[in-house]
């Protein structure tokens, strides 16, 4: 009974007030997908640059990398591997003749060329 009472004086509360929440919960609504969208593009681009910067660190191919996780770099251990390994000075390729190609007549020439 005293359910009946209280949703009679709230009903013309309800009544009035209804029209209202349905483009508010809709706004709400759209919104939270827009900012999972934005949120999600910008998740993407962050991983893309960060890979575009990990993929210039020269690192695998030095002669000083030494493949052990206790001393990854004999030169400069703090840095091997880390984007500030990108510009290291005492870089050194593991083949420095990696440019150069031998021919069957024992002869050097380089490539492209």
């Known amino acids: 009974?005293?359910?009946?009472?209280v949703y009679g004086m709230l009903q013309p509360i309800l009544q009035a007030t209804q029209p209202v929440p349905v483009p508010i919960c809709f706004t709400?609504?759209?919104l939270l997908v827009g900012l999972t969208v934005w949120s999600s593009i910008r998740a993407v681009r962050a991983v893309v640059s960060q890979a575009s910067k990990?993929?210039?660190v020269p690192c695998t191919s030095c002669?000083?990398?030494t493949g052990t996780t206790c001393l990854k770099c004999t030169v400069h251990p703090t840095i091997a591997l880390t984007?500030?390994?990108i510009?290291?000075?005492d870089y050194r390729s593991v083949n420095?003749?990696?440019h150069l190609v031998i021919s069957g007549s024992?002869?050097?020439r380089i490539k492209g060329v």
């Open 96 to 98: 420095p003749y990696a």
């Open 83 to 85: 984007e500030a390994a």
């Open 106 to 108: 024992d002869s050097i």
């Open 63 to 65: 002669q000083f990398l």
């Open 54 to 56: 990990m993929h210039q």
């Open 87 to 89: 510009n290291c000075p």
């Open 1 to 5: 009974m005293l359910q009946i009472a």
């Open 28 to 30: 709400v609504a759209w």
